[in-house]
């Protein structure tokens, strides 16, 4: 799995173009203003899209998300946060030969 994260983010990494990461204005506002960053101490700078997974600009694209279904759908009656162990017998009696809890 960390390889496989390592592979995407040096894809990443060396294709800011395409990813057209130059067009992330809030970005260019943020370094223009200096952006609390000592410009000396940074190498190259790389860009996460929303589509990498675990990011800032993810996290922020589920969020608009959910409040645009919300918009369209009204505000929902209930919301459920479920916590389940993977070692419970009735998770593990259920689950495929080779899968894991997480599947």
């Known amino acids: 799995m960390a390889s496989a994260d390592q592979s995407n983010l040096n894809w990443i990494r060396n ?3 395409k ?3 130059d067009l ?3 970005l260019q506002d ?3 203003c200096g952006g609390g960053v000592n410009m000396e101490n940074v190498g190259n700078v790389v860009i996460l899209p929303s589509s990498h997974k675990g990011s800032a ?4 694209q589920l969020l608009q998300d959910s ?4 918009r369209e759908n ?14 419970w017998q009735e ?3 259920n689950i495929l030969p080779g899968q894991t809890a997480t599947d």
Do not use: E, W
């Open 15 to 17: 294709n800011q173009r």
């Open 19 to 21: 990813l057209r990461a």
């Open 24 to 26: 992330y204005s809030g």
């Open 30 to 32: 943020h370094m223009a």
């Open 57 to 60: 600009r993810y996290m922020q």
């Open 67 to 70: 409040l645009a279904i919300c």
């Open 74 to 87: 009204k505000k929902p009656d209930l919301f459920l946060t479920m916590t389940t162990n993977g070692n």
């Open 91 to 93: 998770i593990v009696k």
